[in-house]
């Protein structure tokens, strides 16, 4: 399980960013609002959680509601 990914955003799309974490690129499904928040080439820690399904594996973002605590 991957808790969080902490490196530079490499790519900002509508419903994903990529996270480059030592020349390792991690495509990280975010919510518009998370996508629209971060900058490219800034660090970022993005937390996140693992949906395994039959024929895909996806890393998702955790709400920022939910890392911060808040309902």
Do not use: H, R
């Amino acid at each position: 399980m991957i808790s969080y990914v902490k490196g530079t955003v490499a790519y900002i799309g509508n419903d994903c960013i990529v996270v480059d974490n030592n020349g390792i690129g991690y495509n990280i499904q975010v919510s518009s609002s998370t996508a629209s928040a971060v900058v490219m080439e800034k660090e970022v820690q993005i937390y996140t959680y693992m949906n395994v399904k039959e024929n895909e594996l996806d890393l998702g973002a955790v709400p920022a509601e939910v890392e911060q605590g808040t309902p």
